[in-house]
Every structure is written in C-alpha cells, then in structure tokens.
C-alpha cells in the first residue's frame, strides 16, 4: 500500500491540472509544484487492469508534487449525481501537504472505482473509512486510518475539462 503522512500547509497550494490532447491518451496531469526544475523523483503507482495512477514525490523532501492519471478503463467508469460526490468529499479552506513514507510499497495493484460526476472524478482502490484532505484548490486525497493513500477526486472540472479526461 502507498503509506502517507498528512501535514498542514499554512499557504494556498501552486496547482495546475493538464490536460492532454486526443494524440496522448493520458487524460491528466495535477502539478503541484511551481518550480520550473522538477526535482529527483520517487514514484508510487497503482496498475490494476489498464487503470493506471501515478503519484510523484520529491526524493529530497518526500512531498507529493505530482498526480497523473495514465490510463483508464473504460468499464470500471460509474456516473453518479454530484451530490453524491459532493456529500463524500468536500473541499474547505484548510491545505495539506501529503508525503510519502519510507516503508511504503511504490508500486501496488489494486482493483481501482472510477466515480464521475458532471463536475468532478473520484478514484478509489480502497473503501476503507477514509479522511480527506485537500492538496490544492481543487484536488482531494483519501487516506485510511492506517495512513494509506486510497483516493483522489479532481473537483470543480468543466464539461469540456471531463470530455479531456474521458473522450466523452
């Protein structure tokens, strides 16, 4: 499993989500970090089926900088209402910073739900009771009592940023 630790971030995170053309079938990247320099990376993964989630950390400071979404499988896509997700997960005023823990595992595969709603997508490989933490404006993760990473929502997407992500 990805083992995180949660620590509050007094400022409004830099974030940035890519979005990629119709050529690349990456539906998208959340940066984190501001800096034109990426630093060193450790890379922690979740590949179940062609789901595909790539979490990136700063090897210096273990801090997430980076979420891409690689690939998707279509048939594992539910449509629900956004008060459904709304009711799940809700972004405050409050920003942490997530990083990554040295008995980690970097690469898992569990079985991965795709929620969409007309406004956002929420990944989960686990359903554990979980506690949500906002690592940007409009990115949520999910992290169980065991301190395990098991979810992300990308929240307050248009309908042409969702089209990006799932062609339709």
Do not use: H
């Given at each position: ?58 090897s210096g400071t273990k801090r997430l900088y980076e979420i891409t979404l690689v690939a ?29 823990d040295e008995d980690s595992d970097s690469e898992i595969s569990l079985p991965m739900q ?55």
């Amino acid at each position: 499993m990805l083992k995180v630790s949660i620590k509050k971030n007094n400022e409004v995170p830099f974030s940035e989500l890519r979005f990629y053309s119709s050529l690349n079938p990456i539906p998208f990247t959340l940066c984190m970090n501001g800096n034109v320099l990426l630093p060193e990376t450790i890379y922690a993964r979740n590949i179940s089926g062609e789901n595909f989630i790539e979490f990136r950390f700063d090897s210096g400071t273990k801090r997430l900088y980076e979420i891409t979404l690689v690939a998707i499988q279509n048939n594992t896509v539910k449509l629900l209402e956004d008060r459904y997700i709304s009711t799940k997960v809700s972004i405050n005023n409050e920003f942490f910073n997530c990083y990554i823990d040295e008995d980690s595992d970097s690469e898992i595969s569990l079985p991965m739900q795709i929620l969409r709603s007309e406004t956002s997508i929420s990944i989960f490989w686990s359903i554990n009771d979980l506690n949500y933490y906002s690592v940007s404006e409009n990115c949520l993760i999910g992290v169980d009592r065991n301190n395990f990473l098991c979810s992300i929502s990308i929240m307050k997407l248009s309908k042409e940023e969702l089209f990006e992500i799932f062609g339709f």
